[in-house]
């Protein structure tokens, strides 16, 4: 994932750059599609809703070879929040949308006439936004014949105005080009907003938390996912072959006890996937060692919130007034 350098003259100007938000409800594929669009595995991915927890950017420069640069800012999905990192995540996608100059509405193709309805809260969040929103109506792989589209282009049609509504598959790539073209040209002229190189403003050590978390996720069912927060204890990014330990929180010990597994069978699994993605985001082996901790209601408490990374920031992304 490191950028690469070279000793070549640097390339012209890019002349369009602007902050592109992707926001809808969980699980509608929002990180999908920001790795569709930079084309890198960044944000993670899970069958499981909530997944994403802070906004995540990547910088897609001359996407096609145009001359633009698009930020694009993954959030989580805006849902009905019951603990205190509910509303941090509601509120990280809400800050991101109204810094943006682009919105993109991600939704469920599959929902039919119901998508606006099970998209209230996202309706909802984006009603006094004076941004251009575009919808894509995701996962059209999954509606079969085209005509079954309809209903749901129909519903979100007549549910607020949008400046496009793209059907499209994040995991096909299909329509990915169309979402490209719509957002180059409504990002205002101007300069890039990070030099060409940039893929992100996240250091490494985030996205090996996020593989970890990722792990958890998928190793795990009922709660765990949603009570789990991932601290780096210590990374030599440097090393050749990095040894890195994470601690991984839960709020209870019983939690601790399933996550671990009988005879640590669990977290051995979690390591195995862990280490093998976190192996192939940085290109290099790695030695990983993983702790449970039990930190009693971190998911309702702002002082472990905040210690944990799950505080609000300084949007970064901010951009015209
Ligand atoms: N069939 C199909 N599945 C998709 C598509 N895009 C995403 N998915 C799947 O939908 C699930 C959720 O994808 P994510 O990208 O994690 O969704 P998200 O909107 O980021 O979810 P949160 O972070 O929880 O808000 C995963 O299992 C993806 O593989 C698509 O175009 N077609
Ligand atoms: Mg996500």
């Not at 408490?301 to 905040?306: K, V």
Request: charged share 30%; glycine share 6%.
């Amino acid at each position: 994932m490191t950028s690469h350098t070279v000793d070549s003259p640097p390339p012209p100007p890019v002349r369009r750059a602007g902050v592109v938000a992707l926001v809808g409800r969980p699980n509608v594929g929002k990180s999908t599609l920001l790795n569709a669009l930079v084309g890198e595995s960044l944000s993670i991915v899970t069958p499981k809703p909530e997944t994403t927890r802070d906004r995540v950017l990547a910088v897609v420069t001359r996407p096609g070879g145009r001359d633009a640069q698009l930020v694009v800012v993954d959030t989580p999905g805006i849902h009905r929040p019951h603990r205190r990192l509910g509303e941090y995540m509601n509120s990280e996608a809400r800050t991101a949308a109204e810094d943006a100059d682009v919105v993109l509405y991600v939704a469920d193709a599959a929902d039919g006439d119901k998508g606006p309805t099970y998209d209230a809260e996202v309706l909802a969040a984006l009603a006094s936004t004076t941004r251009p929103v575009i919808l894509v109506l995701n996962k059209v792989d999954r509606v079969r014949p085209k005509e079954a589209m309809l209903p749901a282009l129909d519903a979100y049609a007549k549910a607020r105005t949008f400046e496009e509504i793209i059907p499209i598959s994040a995991t096909t790539g299909d329509g990915i080009g169309l979402v490209l073209d719509a957002l180059v040209a409504r990002v205002p002229e101007g300069p890039a907003l990070y030099p060409d190189d940039t893929l992100t403003d996240r250091p490494e050590r985030f996205f090996v938390a996020e593989r970890v978390r990722e792990a958890v996720i998928a190793e795990t069912g009922e709660e765990i996912p949603y009570v789990c927060a991932v601290e780096i204890d210590a990374f030599d990014e440097k090393a050749p072959m990095p040894r890195i330990t994470a601690s991984i929180h839960v709020e209870r010990e019983g939690q601790k006890k399933i996550l671990v597994g009988k005879k640590g069978e669990r977290i051995r699994a979690v390591g195995s996937r862990a280490r093998a993605e976190v192996e192939k985001l940085l290109g290099k082996q790695v030695f990983l060692q993983l702790w449970v901790k039990v930190t009693p209601d971190w998911t309702r408490s702002s002082d472990e919130l905040a210690r944990l990374g799950y505080e609000s920031k300084k949007p970064h992304t901010k951009r015209t007034p």
